[in-house]
């Protein structure tokens, strides 16, 4: 419930805090004193637009803060969803800057407004004239009807399958549309990867034949090379190899002398012994090559097919190449089990939608238990309003696909006189008896679960007298279990609250200020003599407020 509003710097607000109690309450005032400045502020606390125009000083910034105590509503996991500490009085503040930039919190932890929004969706309802064109929307008719039927736990568990249900449809389409674009490119693909398995390419390939290739397309200039390389090594009168070794032995001699010759010495025979070495490998080299134009020819249309479809793919190296073709083979693989996937999608998907039509089969026999209970209550109460022939019939049809909801159509038809044809109540209700309908199901609601604090505004609009008198009595039954704020014009509602605020202008020597505060027992009489009567008070108008007030 809410506790406390505190108000600062809003419209013609200039500070104002405001202590709330349990029950049903009622806000009354002059036209134009206030009262919907008051809803402007605690919209702010449900996240609605704010404008710096708003701010009655655009110097300084704006703060409503309300104190809810939410021990009620289990809210536990949303706090620790959203990284919150929770608290059971929990307090909720809105900040407006000059610049019109605007901050939420919770608990004083930032927020964003989306997160505002849905935890005071929770715990506070303005219900207003706009706000009963609800009535008229299908999906809203079907949750007052299932408020009332005891299906929460079975609504949960199908609109928990059913989002699986449509997720999987949604997979399947897609699925399909994946494959009937990939069929459509199939020869393409199986043409493309034929041409690439035949090639059979090895990974290290084309560096390899690179290589073979050259030296193919060079064996004179090698062959010339290497032989010129065996002459100065080995065949040539004065030869390194003879060079080295005649140096050898001349230093050889001179060991006995010193060491120091003994250690070039070992130095030279490892460098002849390295010469004859590289000697043996030129021969080999010399020896290995051949002339072979058939091996050359060969080798250079592997490399040309190579490039050839390198260039056809996009790519510029053998191992790219083999990534294409592994990519065509996965694709092609994919193709071949889209059907056992296609198969085992659809499979899940009857599954769940014979599953869905058990649990939906099941809801639809709640509701049509719930009913009679639901026509019946309203009826009485709206007679009990002031309409003696109205009647509501809640009409729930079977649907051919299922839905959200089940496979439900539920509709309210409406009828405000005697033995007239019940219509959509769209399309037969006027505002004042959407109003009546609107209250009779808030009533019923409040007593099938926890509805959160409901601040009715001017939901009387239209009626008077004995209807507005029963009006109240139903406010007041709802406050028996819920907290109720109703803002009205009528005296003979507003006696019926436990709790009387006024909203009130006041001028000073600089503005015109909006105050609120709560009223005494004198100034209730005095309050509700003045909506009897008028300004001018009369001893019959105070003896009327205060009969109202002892009924």
């Known amino acids: 419930m809410l506790k406390s509003l505190s108000v600062e710097n809003y419209a013609l607000i200039e500070k104002t805090d405001v202590l709330w109690n349990k029950g049903f309450s009622v806000i009354t005032g002059e036209t134009g004193s206030g009262k919907s400045i008051l809803l402007g502020a605690i919209g702010l606390i449900q996240g609605q637009r704010a404008d710096s125009k708003a701010l009655k000083d655009p110097e300084k910034k704006c703060v409503v803060e309300a104190e809810f105590d939410i021990s009620a509503y289990a809210l536990q996991n949303f706090f620790e969803e959203n990284d919150i500490d929770y608290e059971e009085n929990c307090i909720i503040r809105r900040e407006i ?5 605007s901050r939420a919190f919770i608990n004083d932890s930032p927020v964003q407004l989306t997160t505002l929004k849905e935890i005071t969706s929770r715990l506070i309802d303005i219900h207003s004239q706009h706000e009963t064109l609800l009535l008229n929307e299908e999906t809203f008719q079907i949750q007052v009807l299932d408020a009332l039927s005891d299906v929460k736990e079975e609504l949960e568990a199908y609109k928990s399958l059913y989002k699986e249900y449509t997720k999987k449809q949604k997979q399947l389409k897609s699925l399909i549309a994946l494959n009937e674009e990939r069929n459509a490119n199939r020869d393409y693909i199986e043409f493309q990867l034929a041409q690439l398995q035949e090639a059979k390419f090895t990974e290290n390939e084309q560096a390899e034949l690179e290589e073979e290739v050259n030296v193919l397309s060079h064996t004179s200039e090698l062959k010339e090379a290497l032989s010129k390389a065996m002459w100065l090594l080995s065949d040539k009168e004065e030869n390194a190899c003879s060079l080295l070794k005649e140096a050898s032995s001349t230093l050889s001699a001179m060991e006995k002398f010193s060491d120091q010759y003994s250690e070039i010495n070992e130095r030279l025979n490892s460098c002849h012994i390295e010469l004859k070495d590289l000697t043996r490998e030129v021969e080999q080299k010399l020896a290995d ?91 009485e109460i709206l007679h009990g309003l002031g309409m003696a022939n109205a009647k509501l019939e809640v009409r729930i049809e079977p649907l051919p696909e ?24 769209a399309n037969v209700a006027s505002g004042g008896e959407l109003s009546r309908v609107m209250l009779a199901l808030k009533s019923i609601l409040c007593q099938s679960e926890e509805l959160p604090t409901i601040i009715l505004d001017e939901i009387d609009t239209g009626v008077s007298g004995e209807v507005a008198d029963k009006m109240g009595d139903v406010m007041r039954h709802m406050g028996g279990q819920m907290q109720v704020i109703s803002i009205t014009h009528l005296p003979q509602i507003a006696s019926k609250g436990a709790t009387h605020y006024k909203v009130y202008k006041e001028d000073n020597e600089l503005t015109t200020l909006s105050h609120i ?35």
Do not use: C
């Open 97 to 101: 800057a000059p610049n019109g930039k």
């Open 289 to 379: 090559i051949t002339v072979d134009p058939q091996r050359l020819e060969q080798a250079s249309q592997r490399l040309d097919l190579i490039y050839t479809l390198e260039k056809k793919h996009h790519v510029d190296n053998l191992s790219a190449l083999l990534a294409v073709q592994a990519d065509f083979e996965k694709q092609l693989s994919e193709m071949d089990n889209s059907q056992e996937a296609t198969a085992e999608l659809e499979a899940e998907i009857s599954k769940a939608k014979e599953e869905l039509k058990k649990l939906a089969k099941g809801i639809s026999n709640k509701r049509q238990k719930a009913k009679p209970n639901l026509e019946q209550s309203i009826d």
């Open 402 to 425: 299922l839905y959200t909801y089940g496979s439900d159509s539920v509709k309210f038809f409406f009828g405000a006189n005697k033995n007239a044809t019940l219509q959509p109540i």
């Open 517 to 551: 505060k709560q009223l005494s027992e004198e100034e209730r009489i005095t309050e509700i003599a003045q909506m009897l009567s008028g300004s001018a008070l009369s001893e019959a108008a105070i003896q009327n407020a205060k009969e109202l007030l002892n009924r």
